[in-house]
C-alpha cells in the first residue's frame, strides 16, 4: 500500500484529500461527517463579517458540470465561534479555516477564528488585474495570526504573477481554483436561467473546470516552491493524481462531495492509492510535479505515427470509426489505421475506453 500521509506547512494529514470550502463543509456535522468518510483533513465553509445572503435557487446538475450562486457561510461568525469549530474539531483532524474577503473583514475575524485553526484560507473571489487586494488581505492575515494562510485563488489568466507576489508576501501556500464565472444555464421549459441570482448567472465547478484548474496548479507549481491544495473538478482518484503530477501537495472536492456526499473522500483516496500501487510508486509523494519535470526532461509529447491497435483489448465498438474527422479508422473482424489519412490528432486513443489504441510518442 503507498503512502498516502502528507505534511504540509507542518500539519500532518493522514491523506491529502480534504472538502473544499462551499456546501460540503457548511457546518461542523457536515464536516464531522467529512472526517468520518475518510477526509484526511477540514476546510470549512468561509465566512465573513456578516452572514451571506444567498439567492435560490442556487445549485444546479448541468452536463459536464455544476452551477451555483454559492457565496460565504449563511451562519453568523457566532455560531461557528460558538459552536461549528469546536464540532470540527472534535473530528480530530486537522482544521483550515475559511475566511473572506477583503483585507479589513480578515483583519476583524482572523483572530476570532485563531483559537480553532491550524492554518486559514483567504477566499478574495477578486478577478481584476490588480493584486493589491490580494495581497491586502493576506498581509491583514499574517499581522493577526501566527499559523499558515493559504490564498485561494480564481482562475487568473495571469496567475504565475499572482502566485510569485503572494508567496514574496509570506503565503504560506496557495488554493487553486475557485469557481469559474460568471456563466448562465437556461431552463429550456421556463425560459428562465436555473440560478436565481438577479442576472440568473452562476458559477462553473465540477468536471467542466479541471483542465483549468490543472492548468492554474501546473503553472503556478512550476514559479513558486509553497504547497499549492488543487480545487476543480476531483471526483475520482485519478483526477487527484492528475492534480499531483501538476504539482499539488493536496486536493481539495467540492461538487463530488455535494453530489455523492461524505464517504466520497475515502473513496477517491482509496482509489488514489489503487493508481499508485498499480503503476509502481510508493508514495503520493513521488508523482508530486512528475508532469514538471517530464516537460523540462523532453518537452511536450509529439506523435510519431499513427495509433497502434491490441485487437485483444479492443471490442470493435466502432466509436472510434464514428468519430475520427479524417476518415482513417475501418472495421471489420479487425480495426484498421489507414496511416497516409491518419492526421496523428490522438482523439481515437482518448475517446478508447479499453485502451486498445495507443500512440508513439
Not at 492509492?273 to 510535479?289: P, Q, R, T
Amino acid at each position: 500500500m503507498a503512502k498516502l500521509s502528507v505534511r504540509i506547512c507542518g500539519i500532518e494529514f493522514s491523506n491529502p484529500i480534504l472538502p473544499a470550502a462551499g456546501p460540503p463543509s457548511k457546518d461542523g456535522a457536515i464536516l464531522q461527517a467529512a472526517a468520518k468518510g475518510g477526509a484526511g483533513g477540514l476546510v470549512t465553509k468561509t465566512i465573513s463579517v456578516k452572514p451571506a445572503e444567498v439567492p435560490r435557487p442556487c445549485m444546479a446538475e448541468i452536463r459536464g458540470g455544476f452551477l451555483n450562486t454559492e457565496l460565504w457561510s449563511e451562519l453568523p461568525k457566532e455560531q461557528w465561534i460558538e459552536t461549528e469549530y469546536k464540532l470540527a474539531r472534535s473530528a480530530g483532524l486537522p482544521v483550515i479555516v475559511g475566511l473572506g474577503y477583503t483585507a479589513d473583514q480578515i483583519r476583524e475575524l482572523a483572530p476570532l477564528v485563531k483559537p480553532y485553526a491550524d492554518a486559514l484560507e483567504l477566499s478574495t473571489h477578486y478577478v481584476g488585474n490588480d493584486i493589491s487586494p490580494i495581497i491586502n488581505a493576506l498581509r491583514a492575515a499574517k499581522d493577526a495570526v501566527d499559523v499558515p494562510v493559504f490564498m485561494k485563488l480564481s482562475p487568473h489568466p495571469n496567475i504565475q504573477q499572482i502566485a510569485v507576489a503572494l508567496e514574496d508576501a509570506g503565503a504560506d501556500g496557495l488554493v487553486m481554483i475557485n469557481s469559474f464565472g460568471p456563466c448562465l444555464s437556461i431552463d429550456l421549459e421556463t425560459g428562465l436561467p436555473l440560478m436565481g441570482s438577479k442576472d440568473g448567472f452562476g458559477w462553473l465547478s465540477g468536471a467542466a473546470i479541471k483542465p483549468l484548474a490543472l492548468r492554474c496548479v501546473y503553472e503556478a507549481a512550476r514559479v513558486v516552491r509553497i504547497p499549492i491544495f488543487g480545487v476543480g473538478g476531483v471526483s475520482n482518484g485519478r483526477d487527484a493524481a492528475e492534480m499531483f503530477m501538476a504539482g499539488a501537495s493536496a486536493v481539495q472536492v467540492c461538487t463530488e462531495a455535494i453530489l455523492r456526499g461524505p464517504t466520497v473522500y475515502g473513496k477517491i483516496a482509496k482509489e488514489l492509492n489503487a493508481f499508485l500501487d498499480g503503476h509502481g510508486y510508493s508514495s503520493v509523494e513521488e508523482i508530486k510535479g512528475l508532469t514538471i519535470r517530464k516537460m523540462a526532461e523532453r518537452g511536450a509529447p509529439k506523435a510519431e505515427g499513427s495509433p497502434s491497435v491490441d485487437m485483444e483489448r479492443c471490442s470493435l465498438c466502432g466509436q472510434c470509426e464514428i468519430s475520427c474527422p479524417y476518415g482513417a479508422i475501418s472495421q471489420d473482424e479487425e480495426l484498421h489505421i489507414d496511416q497516409e489519412k491518419c492526421f496523428m490528432c490522438g482523439l481515437c486513443v482518448s475517446r478508447c475506453k479499453r485502451r486498445a489504441l495507443s500512440i508513439a510518442q
